[in-house]
């Protein structure tokens, strides 16, 4: 009998039939893996986006089992596959493993890329580089407050007061007085994604209705400036300069683009494939898709993109943290 977790999780550890090499690492939960065991192709359990889904189903590149083996404590597995397409990686490379670890500790590539991951997976890619941008129009809905003509200076000048606070509770302990400066200190990027993951887990369940607190609005005022939150604090703890990120234009190009629940949820699971690598090339464009993805839940809702950034501005004002400019 497998093992599998609490979560009903198991392990998988997938391996090139034909050369050994290690491809990848996922989950599976029971339904899975009867999906692979009945069509001979993987099935893998997303956590992110708690659901099922078939490798290369986006990309063409998929995995015909050739063998399933179980480990001796029976809590994972490893199944041989033959590699249709050449890349199991969403990176584009063959294996997921196509960077060495160095004394240095800086990653050294080792493998060539396979696949452009922007022309197949699109925008969930490409925005890393659009979302630089904030010359995009979008409307204000009439009964949001707008003190500044220009909304997009305006978001952004709401943004960086975020952003600066964050930063001042990173570079000053304030652990015994402010729970976000603790985290700070504490400088977890594990734990900092794990609670970005649940909390766009429900930003997503608000649009669909499956996560209800006072209605679709509010509730996604709340729920949005939450992702800001743990997306800012990864920002903080990478240290990474405010432009790097620019979360008022990949906020405002999410808003833009009014990409489908499908697609949302496509690009949910980049965000985190990229800043689950730890890698600081791949944090940055990352962290701009979950601004992003702030910016279509609010066109999702019909709310200003403003909103979130406003509301926790007000959080902020009221702890001291940020003052009303003169």
């Not at 199991?88 to 960077?99: E, N, Q, T, V």
């Not at 969930?124 to 580089?129: D, M």
């Not at 649940?198 to 509010?218: F, I, M, N």
Request: proline letters at 4%; charged letters at 20%; hydrophobic letters at 35%.
């Amino acid at each position: 009998m497998l093992k599998f977790d609490r979560q009903g999780l198991l392990p998988v550890v997938i391996q090139d039939d034909s050369s050994n090499a290690v491809l990848m690492v996922a989950f599976m939960n029971e339904e899975a893996l009867r999906l692979t065991r009945a069509t001979g192709y993987t099935h893998f359990y997303s956590r992110s986006r708690n659901a099922i889904w078939r490798k290369g189903e986006q990309s063409g590149h998929v995995q015909a089992v050739r063998g399933i083996f179980v480990n001796c404590e029976e809590s994972s597995l490893l199944i041989r596959v033959q590699q249709v397409g050449d890349a199991a990686c969403h990176m584009g490379y063959r294996s997921c493993y196509y960077r060495q670890l160095p004394p240095n500790n800086i990653y050294e590539t080792i493998a060539e890329r396979v696949f452009d991951p922007e022309t197949v997976y699109g925008s969930a890619q490409s925005l890393s580089a659009s979302s630089q941008t904030s010359t995009i129009d979008f409307p204000i809905a009439n009964d949001y407050k707008i003190t500044n003509k220009n909304p997009h200076a305006q978001l952004e000048t709401a943004t960086r007061q975020l952003y600066d606070a964050y930063l001042y509770l990173r570079d000053h302990d304030l652990s015994e007085q402010s729970n976000t400066s603790y985290l700070l200190q504490e400088r977890s990027p594990h734990y900092l994604i794990t609670r970005l993951a649940d909390e766009l887990q429900e930003l997503a369940d608000v649009q669909t209705g499956e996560h209800v607190h006072s209605g679709r609005e509010p509730d996604t005022i709340l729920e949005a400036s939450q992702v800001g939150y743990w997306l800012m604090l990864i920002a903080a703890t990478y240290q990474l300069p405010y432009e790097d990120i620019a979360p008022h234009a990949a906020i405002l190009q999410g808003y833009q683009d009014r990409y489908g629940y499908e697609k949302a949820t496509e690009t949910r699971e980049e965000c985190l494939n990229l800043l689950g690598t730890f890698d600081l090339a791949q944090i940055a464009p990352g962290l701009r898709i979950g601004f992003a993805l702030i910016g279509w839940a609010c066109a999702e809702a019909g709310i200003s993109p403003l909103a979130p950034a406003e509301y926790d501005l007000e959080q902020m004002r009221k702890k001291g943290l940020v003052k009303d400019e003169q």
